[in-house]
């Protein structure tokens, strides 16, 4: 065994033999994978084995189809090996309307990224599947390109090719410790000797907590035991087998929660129990390696009957083999991908309850990661990083039973799950619940997304149609358009910067100058190295040498990360995220400043408070940063307050604007809001695959005389190559609106992605932000919602006061500034 490599693998499940295999690819042939039993053990040895395309984000959509791709073509072309892939093709069944709207949804984004999928009667369902019965289902959806591999078989295929490439794999030596040295480096201990690394991976699986615990990380992962059946020989199959049929392909039944393959000639049926069963939840046997649990049908038998019932060949079969063994689950099923919080050249690979299905394409993605310095794409949906210091040991084990149940659950628009909530709160949660307040989660704080007042429903039913909470959004967004609302920001991600070299650090943080004068607010977009938005700060210039950002809800762990990270090459900076601190409540519309004005002495006019400026003032006797500014492009302030002191502002603010009929606002309009302006969303329109020359912030770029990460490869993806985002006047239709991942059509192909949509109240325009490939000219566009072709037209301007004359609180004589549309 080597006592120096470039990276070190822990794990060898699909997942990190995948990340060996891939780096070996790239060239990084100094790479050691340690494994403590066998590879394969833990999870991946007993593993269905399936493979599906099928995903409502188009980054894990790519994932699964480059293991679909690897499995079954590229594996044994290099290496001679088998993987044993099936290409069986899949099938999924419903006999759900909404489910129905689910299946033109993923096939509209797999339409853009470029995979096939076929929306099916009843009538052809049995066409392509014989056995099973059409009593009731009113459709299906047909991945002809899914199929099922043999997990070691694959496993062994990349461990060659990676071995041929100059990696090095080590058996049976458990890892004992892992330290930082001086230097910088990792340094893991292991029974076999010690190895020095520039960077580490945790690709443990089923040990990734044990391994974090090492790393000093608290992994939000839990083990979920999953069982299913292989039987014996049943008649239709070998029938169909002797006859030279086909293999049938695999078939969910996601409102009964089961799926069925072919095996030989006979089936594998797997059901997901919504009383999930966690398992070892605070730590996992040292002894266990590739070993099952008992059999436990009691729990299933119940969903394997209903699967008899559509399938009555299953019934005709005994019982080969129970197996019983544990997958991972993390609170959004989703893997943890990309860096580890807080520790350099540290990475995560682990958590995935489908390590196989998304393992080949996984360690690519990582790969590509480690050796480019940025994501290949948007990795928001599975950066570890997207999960808190909230995410404590009850909630990733209430959110791990929640998600095993609903493994086959609807993924509506807009769906907020209940499990592990509340996590942070602020004071004035009360006070916005007897407001009417219905509350979503975003990074763990409970926020209002819309309020149910006027006798609209609190509790409508989730549609990936027009939502229930239409029409409080439109009285919402009225009243901020004509009179004044509030709305708590405070799950905005904070920050501090300052030090004798923030000044210095500031200016070569993003594409765009941070303020110059104290007071001052600017919008700062980082950059990675490739030149894509790796984040958005809102950056507002309290001193010399002292900073105060904000940005996405969602951003904490990134945004801080990257702070820290990109300030270790400057002397005296300090960073201090100070989001648990603050609250943020902001008052927006044109009797902003006379509801404020009746609680606060200071000057709001506009000669005393010019728009994108800040001050420290007091409102309710309460000491508050004062930024104006106003995403939804009214005129208004945020006020940011000690997080103490938050509720006794939002009463003082609530009971000072009864005399203005004062509304409180939620998310769901304050984006609607956002969209008529043009505003664009980090993480949604803004992303690590684009530039913000691409997203058409030009005004906001600046280039000259000033050095700063991506600046070439920005300016590398001008011209015909480059993409360019529209904003973009949809058709209107009574049931389906924009919400986000809709195909963007042209003469019958798929020529760009919506990003985000809504409907725009104050306009009366349905309106959407996408992003168009490159070369694509204007005219003839349409926007696949659910199946129907919209028509769609470019605008070139915001549409709602394109000038800023109500943002900048003037008469439209007075002269505009520019707008991000």
Request: contains cysteine; glycine residues 10%.
């Amino acid at each position: 065994m080597r006592q120096h490599a470039r990276v070190v693998i822990i794990g060898g499940g699909a997942m990190g033999v995948s990340l060996l295999y891939h780096l070996a690819k790239r060239g990084w042939g100094d790479v050691v994978l340690v494994e403590k039993h066998e590879l394969t053990a833990g999870s991946t040895w007993h593993a269905a084995g399936l493979c599906t395309h099928f995903a409502h984000n188009a980054t894990i959509m790519e994932m699964r189809a480059h293991s679909v791709r690897l499995y079954r073509e590229i594996l044994t072309a290099e290496t001679g090996l088998p993987t044993g892939f099936h290409a069986s093709g899949a099938l999924r069944i419903t006999r759900s309307r909404d489910r129905m709207d689910e299946f033109r949804h993923v096939q509209g984004l797999g339409r853009f990224v470029g995979h096939d999928f076929h929306i099916l009667s009843p009538e052809e369902l049995k066409q392509i599947y014989p056995l099973c019965l059409t009593d009731g289902i009113i459709g299906a959806i047909y991945e002809p390109n899914d199929g099922h591999v043999d997990p070691t078989l694959a496993t062994n295929a990349m461990a060659a090719g990676a071995r041929s490439r100059g990696a090095e794999i080590v058996r049976h030596n458990p890892v004992l410790a892992i330290e930082r040295k001086a230097s910088g480096e990792w340094l893991v201990r292991t029974t076999q000797g010690d190895i020095t690394a520039e960077h580490v991976v945790n690709a443990a699986g089923t040990w990734c907590r044990e391994i974090g615990t090492m790393m000093g990380l608290d992994l939000p992962v839990v083990p979920m035991l999953h069982q299913y059946v292989v039987t014996d020989r049943v008649p239709e199959i070998a029938d169909r087998i002797a006859a030279g049929a086909k293999e049938l392909p695999i078939i969910r039944d996601p409102e009964e929660s089961w799926y069925l393959r072919q095996e030989r000639d006979g089936y594998i049926v797997g059901p997901y129990e919504k009383s999930a069963q966690p398992w070892a939840i605070d730590g996992v046997p040292a002894e266990f390696g590739m070993e099952l649990l008992p059999p436990d049908l009691d729990r299933v038998e119940h969903i394997i009957a209903l699967a008899m019932e559509r399938v009555p060949a299953l019934a005709n079969a005994g019982i080969k083999t129970v197996v019983n063994g544990p997958i991972t689950f993390t609170p959004d099923a989703n893997p943890l991908i990309g860096p580890a919080f807080g520790l350099d050249n540290a990475w995560l690979l682990t958590g995935s309850s489908m390590g196989v299905m998304e393992g080949g394409g996984a360690g690519r993605f990582l790969a590509d990661w480690i050796v480019d310095g940025a994501p290949p794409s948007d990795a928001l949906a599975i950066d570890p990083r997207r999960f808190g210091n909230y995410a404590d040991r009850d909630y990733r084990i209430d959110r791990a039973v929640e998600g095993f149940g609903l493994q086959f659950g609807i993924h509506y628009p807009y769906e907020e799950r209940e499990a592990g909530r509340p996590r942070r709160t602020t004071p004035a949660l009360d006070l916005q619940k007897n407001q009417g307040a219905v509350l979503g989660a975003a990074y763990g704080w409970e926020r209002p997304n819309w309020f149910a007042i006027g006798g609209i429903d609190r509790d409508p039913p989730l549609t990936f149609r027009r939502p229930g909470w239409f029409e409080a959004a439109r009285g919402e967004c009225l009243a901020v358009r004509d009179g004044v609302g509030a709305i708590d920001l405070s799950a905005f991600s904070k920050f501090e910067v300052g030090g004798p070299g923030a000044s210095a650090f500031m200016d070569s943080l993003g594409a765009n100058r941070p303020p110059t004068r104290q007071g001052r607010i600017g919008l700062v977009h980082v950059l990675t190295a490739k030149g894509g938005v790796a984040s958005e700060f809102t950056v507002t210039r309290l001193g010399d040498d002292w900073f105060y950002l904000t940005s996405a809800a969602v951003a904490e762990r990134h945004d801080e990360d990257l702070l820290r990270t990109r300030a270790a090459a400057f002397a005296n900076v300090t960073i201090d995220n100070v989001t648990e601190r603050r609250g943020v409540l902001a008052v927006m519309g044109p009797r902003a400043r006379d509801l404020l004005q009746t609680v606060s002495e200071a000057d709001l006019s506009n000669a005393g408070f010019p728009w994108l400026s800040a001050q420290i003032i007091r409102v309710a006797g309460i000491k508050a940063a004062a930024l104006r500014v106003s995403y939804a492009g009214e005129l208004g302030w945020e006020l940011h307050v000690q997080l103490a002191q938050f509720g006794k502002l939002y009463d003082s603010i609530t009971r000072a604007g009864r005399r203005f009929d004062l509304r409180p606002f939620g998310i769901h309009a304050l984006n609607a809001m956002r969209l008529e302006k043009g505003y664009r969303a980090w993480g949604a329109d803004l992303t690590t695959e684009r530039t913000p020359l691409e997203a058409g912030l030009d005004a906001l770029v600046k280039t000259e005389g000033r050095d700063f990460v991506g600046r070439e490869a920005m300016l590398a993806r001008v011209g015909d190559g480059a993409w360019r985002m529209v904003l973009l006047e949809i058709d209107d239709d009574a049931e389906r609106l924009p919400f986000y991942a809709h195909a963007v059509m042209q003469a019958e192909r798929p020529v760009g992605i919506v990003t985000s949509g809504a409907h725009g109240f104050r306009t009366g325009k349905t309106i959407a932000l996408a992003y168009l490939r490159p070369g694509v000219p204007t005219g003839g566009l349409s926007v696949s919602i659910l199946g129907k072709e919209l028509a769609a037209r470019e605008l070139r301007e915001a549409p709602y006061d394109p000038g800023n004359m109500r943002l900048r609180g003037v008469h439209a004589a007075e002269p505009a500034a520019f707008t991000l549309a």
